[in-house]
């Protein structure tokens, strides 16, 4: 294997590589060893069918993985000889195998520019206390004490109230005729959460049971279902029962019940606990970006643009998670896919800076990444997607995802490696806090979750916020 490296500007690489007819023979006749004794062929027992029969049946199998095994083989070679490290998808411009024949073959990448390192060693950053308030976890324990609730409907007549839980038939109108099938028969909807718009909610409590209401409503402009966002539409509902929940008092039976606590006061621990290492971890990581944006605000280096422009794809992906947990989608903050992706750009050139920073760390202190480290990354992708851990390895190494996936890691063991060794002092949480999601549901992961009441719907939800 001879190549070639051309240096298509500060940050860009390009590789030309040769790979002479031994070595594609050699990549070949491996492939076609392994298909010999990963399966049978009629006529033949495993592992004695001629090569000639076997390279006939999976040609087109043998070929493709013997490429991919080769290039992915050479890649690592050139990159650790040359000591590069590309920060940006591979882009391989390259054709199957041809038995015999001299084997061309191109790769490109981005890299890091070259700049001078500030001194990363004892910096000095406050680092906030953790701590849980006593309301925190009342509100965690109220929301057990819903989970746990039992449902009753009520005899008396009277209008709902919040709390109460409501069984509907509901309708949007506009011009006296149903507005884009948003109907729904015995939909039961829990006033009072939230769940649906206020005006609905607040017609809802005018009635008792058999009567009938309406009242015009206008859904908001971010609203979830694009077709009703900024409309004025009439909703018309009949209320044909209330159910009223009937709360538990909080016992060991319920805690128990909840998340298997022997007490009241065990599942209390559990959710101060599992608040605090939300919170440390908070907190670290907040010190851990000041840390970074001192070392930041003392250097200057041209970025990488498709570096940039993953981190852009990055940001869109979480934005567009956060709404759809809110309900929402991207299509509701009313912006083109270009006006979205130059609103977190800076944001996004902010994130490759850092990045690159880090990996210039990770270089100077010569960090690795083991395979057993990338396989346990991969194998955390795999759990949060639902898939097997091969499917995912397979498609981070066809797409050339193994090497982003390295620079993350090196850049945590780089941030780690400053964080350790920084003056850290810790100073009193502000009297302020904004409480984060992530540490409510971390809280609550000490407790069963409350469940929200489900609705039977004809053809669609209530109308929600």
């Known amino acids: 294997m001879d190549y070639k490296v051309e240096e ?76 590069l490290m590309p920060l940006s998808r591979l882009d391989v411009d390259s054709k199957d195998l041809v038995r015999d024949e001299e ?16 001194n990363y ?40 109230t919040d709390g109460d839980i409501v069984i509907i038939t509901f309708g949007a109108y506009k011009d006296d005729k149903i507005f884009q099938g948003i109907q729904a028969e015995n939909f039961e909807l829990q006033l009072g959460q939230k769940q649906a718009l206020p005006e609905f909610e607040a017609m809802l409590k005018t009635l008792k049971t058999g009567e009938k209401g309406e009242c015009e409503v206008v859904f908001p402009e971010d609203f979830i279902n694009p077709a009703m966002a900024g409309e004025t539409l009439t909703m018309r509902a009949t209320l044909h029962a209330i159910k009223e929940k009937i709360m538990p008092e909080l016992t060991d039976e319920v805690a128990k019940k909840a998340g298997g606590f022997e007490s009241v006061e065990k599942m209390r621990e559990a959710i101060v606990q599992s608040y605090m290492q939300s919170r440390q971890q908070l907190n670290k990581s907040v010190a851990q970006k000041k840390l970074l944006d001192q070392l930041l605000a003392q250097v200057s280096f041209d970025l990488p643009p498709s570096l940039v422009e993953n981190r852009i794809d990055r940001l869109l992906a979480d934005l567009e998670h956060r709404l759809d947990k809110q309900g929402k989608s991207l299509e509701s903050l009313k912006k083109t896919p270009e006006e979205l992706r130059e ?87 502000s009297e302020v806090k904004q409480s984060s999601a992530a540490d409510e549901k971390d809280g609550e992961k000490a407790a069963a979750k409350p469940k929200k009441a489900k609705a039977k719907t004809a053809k669609t939800e209530a109308p929600k916020e």
Do not use: C, W
Not at 34 to 52: D, Q, T, V
Not at 122 to 147: I, T
């Open 8 to 83: 298509l500007s500060p940050v860009t690489r390009k590789i030309n590589v040769t790979v002479p007819a031994e070595e594609v023979n050699a990549a070949l006749a491996a492939g076609v060893a392994l298909y010999r004794h990963r399966y049978e062929i009629k006529g033949f027992r495993r592992g004695k069918a001629p090569s000639s029969v076997v390279e006939s049946k999976f040609r087109s199998q043998i070929y493709a993985e013997a490429t991919t095994d080769l290039i992915n083989y050479q890649i690592n070679e050139i990159l650790s000889t040359l000591k």
């Open 103 to 118: 084997y061309n073959y191109t790769i490109s990448f981005e890299v890091a520019p070259d700049f001078d390192l500030p």
């Open 121 to 160: 060693e004892g910096l000095k950053v406050d680092v906030e206390k953790a701590e849980v308030k006593d309301e925190e976890v009342r509100e965690v324990e109220q929301r057990v004490l819903e989970n746990a609730a039992t449902v009753r409907p009520i005899t008396e007549v009277r209008p709902a």
């Open 343 to 429: 609103s977190v750009r800076a944001q996004a050139e902010e994130a490759a800076r850092g990045e690159i920073l880090l990996l210039a760390v990770a270089k100077k202190e010569n960090f690795e990444v083991t395979s057993e480290e990338i396989d346990a990354a991969l194998t955390q992708v795999a759990m949060q997607n639902r898939q097997d851990l091969l499917s995912v390895k397979q498609y981070y190494e066809e797409n050339n995802l193994i090497f982003p996936l390295k620079d993350r890691l090196l850049a945590d063991k780089s941030i780690e490696y400053i964080y350790t060794r920084a003056e850290k002092n810790e100073v009193e949480a």
